[in-house]
T-cell receptor
Framework: SQTIHQWPATLVQPVGSPLSLECTVEGTSNPNLYWYRQAAGRGLQLLFYSVGIGQISSEVPQNLSASRPQDRQFILSSKKLLLSDSGFYLCAWLRPAGFSMGYTFGSGTRLTVV | QQQVKQSPQSLIVQKGGISIINCAYE??????FPWYQQFPGKGPALLIAIRPDVSEKKEGRFTISFNKSAKQFSLHIMDSQPGDSATYFC???????????FGKGTRLHILP
């Protein structure tokens, strides 16, 4: 069965520090992968998505970047965190087309920038 | 035209009552309409989904009603329970697109 792993679960980082969040998928190949951010009590904001190794689409210009070094690995990074980068970060993969098509989300990373 | 508008933003329902969340869309190319349920501190999980060739889909206490002409769809939760308290997102996508468009979410609270 397919599973998605995301870590760490929580992170407290000072302003100006770097960030690296990792997401991996098991049990599937060539998945579409996504990074979302959810501010407290708010909706889901798509940050980046990737349809293959080295292919990154950015939805919102910001302080973050994404990379896909391997087929089932998706990394969200920042060189210098801002207070506004705080939020709940979710990785997701898109199941193939068909009636059960849809996202499977990871368990999320709660990032607090202090 | 890519938006999915969801209402209400928050909803309080008595235990045993019916919870209703509504969504509307503009893009008639959308052909897949899922609902996601998110508990605090967790990622959203697919709850139920419908395609526009049917007007209703039921899974247990959860029903999607779909009105293609009005470009609206809604989630009904029958016999609402405190365990249903969560944030619900409606969404839409179209064949060949790599993304799912989400509504802004509804925070549902079921009173015990």
């Amino acid at each position: 069965s397919q599973t998605i792993h995301q870590w760490p679960a929580t992170l407290v980082q000072p302003v100006g520090s770097p960030l690296s969040l990792e997401c991996t998928v098991e049990g599937t190949s060539n998945p579409n992968l996504y990074w979302y951010r959810q501010a407290a009590g708010r909706g889901l904001q798509l940050l980046f998505y990737s349809v293959g190794i080295g292919q990154i689409s950015s939805e919102v210009p910001q302080n973050l970047s994404a990379s896909r070094p391997q087929d089932r690995q998706f990394i969200l990074s920042s060189k210098k965190l801002l207070l506004s980068d705080s939020g709940f970060y979710l990785c997701a993969w898109l199941r193939p087309a068909g009636f059960s098509m849809g996202y499977t989300f990871g368990s999320g990373t709660r990032l607090t920038v202090v | 035209q890519q938006q999915v508008k969801q209402s209400p933003q928050s909803l309080i329902v008595q235990k045993g009552g019916i919870s209703i969340i509504n969504c509307a869309y503009e893009n008639t190319a959308f052909d897949y309409f899922p609902w996601y349920q998110q508990f605090p501190g967790k990622g959203p999980a697919l709850l139920i989904a419908i395609r526009p060739d049917v007007s209703e889909k039921k899974e247990g206490r959860f029903t999607i009603s779909f009105n293609k002409s009005a470009k609206q769809f809604s989630l009904h939760i029958m016999d609402s329970q405190p365990g249903d308290s969560a944030t619900y997102f409606c969404a839409a996508s179209m064949r060949g697109d790599d993304k799912i468009i989400f509504g802004k979410g509804t925070r549902l609270h079921i009173l015990p």
